[in-house]
């Protein structure tokens, strides 16, 4: 598989949890048999939709649910059944695997975290609220969720080693960083007379999107701020392991606590679609007010649907935010995001996809109207306060 390199890419990472023999094999099995639901199963379930589709376009009026229709037919199938039971499956394989192999870690990998002289900082609010849309499920079906907080690094620990997984390595391996690096890489490319003093990643997770901006812009004061206390302890760890110097901080990133114009550059990556319609206005209005004038945002996101109007993209849509837990999958995805950044103040607003870049500052620095497809290119809008 493309990316997945376990013995090099690790030694640039100690922190991430490393798994026996066993443990290896098992992972590698749930790759396997996740780029058989996604390569092989899917694609057969996509033909069958098609056809359902034709007959019932010959045979029958208009209907005012076309995509109920249509999902009710494909539940009337055993394949389509199997094949959803199987890909909800493999995601819970995937967890329980990685949750076993970092749990028999735990000591390891708290004692690599305790860091006497870090070169940034994580503060936590121990009176945090969890906004409901996180609370409510446990997203990508990740046991505990994305705020889940025992008082260690292990959730986060578990996100990093899984993501991978989950990503099949094609997210930049063991790291998890081509996102940040592209956002970087659309920063340079449409920006590149701006030499940001303060960067803010909203939504930064454990990390894997801030680092790629302290390692390309590394005279400025880098920010990344989340909803888990766990992922952030990790995250914090993760990036002095790394060499790069992060401030992060519990916050939700709807409401920062930072003041007015503070930042030179805000961004997410991937974040919109596990939030809200609504919260994601306040994201992006927010992003706004973070920025001083002339500011940049940049919110990345996957580029896979946006244009909706095949019923079986829109099915599957559904099913992706339903059994995957994917709050605003279909919101974010299907966002007039031009229309959304000048509602919140923006302008030279800037909508379509980023080619994936591996280091930001080596590109590829194309943006450009058309995808290259997943994990070749990502969608972004960005634009100026």
Known sequence: MSGWNEG??????????QPSHDELVEQLFIRDLKLHVMQTLEPAQKKLAGA????????????????????????????????????RESQ???????????????????????????LGSVTLDAAFDVPAYIDRGDIHLMPGGNAHDDGSILQGAVMDRGGAVYMLGRNGGM??????????????????????????????????????????????????????????????????HLGARVLFSQQNVEKTNFPDGHFDVVFSCVVLHE????????????????LRPGGVAIHLEVPLIHNFGDLWEELSSELEAQFNNEPNW??????????????SGFTDVKVGYQ??????????????????????SWFVTSGRA
């Not at 930001?360 to 070749?376: H, I, M, N, Q, Y």
């Open 8 to 17: 090099a890419v690790a030694q640039t990472h100690p922190l991430i949890a």
């Open 175 to 240: 790291l998890n960083d081509l996102r940040g690096q592209t956002a970087m890489a659309h920063l340079l490319t449409v920006y590149p007379e701006i030499e940001p003093k303060r960067i803010l990643d909203m939504g930064s997770g454990i990390g894997t999107s801030t680092v790629p901006a302290a390692i390309a812009f590394p005279d400025a004061e880098v920010h990344g701020a989340d909803v888990g206390a766990s992922m952030l302890r990790y995250a914090h760890a993760r990036a002095e």
């Open 330 to 343: 279909r919101g974010a995805l299907s966002a007039d995001y031009g229309a959304l950044m000048e509602a």
């Open 92 to 118: 819970r394989q995937l967890w329980a695997a990685v949750g076993d192999s970092v749990e028999r870690q735990a000591d390891q990998l708290e004692a690599l975290a305790d860091l006497p002289t870090p």
């Open 275 to 290: 939030t809200s319609q609504a919260a994601m206005a306040n994201i992006l209005a927010e992003s706004h007010r973070l």
């Open 355 to 376: 080619s994936t870049a591996f280091q930001a500052r080596s590109g590829p620095l194309v943006f450009k109207d058309t995808s290259d497809g997943v994990f070749r």
């Open 52 to 87: 359902i589709v034709a007959q019932t376009e010959t045979s029958a009026a208009p209907s005012n649910d076309p995509v109920g229709d249509l999902r009710g037919k494909m539940e009337a199938l055993d394949s389509f059944r199997t094949w959803l039971t199987v890909k």
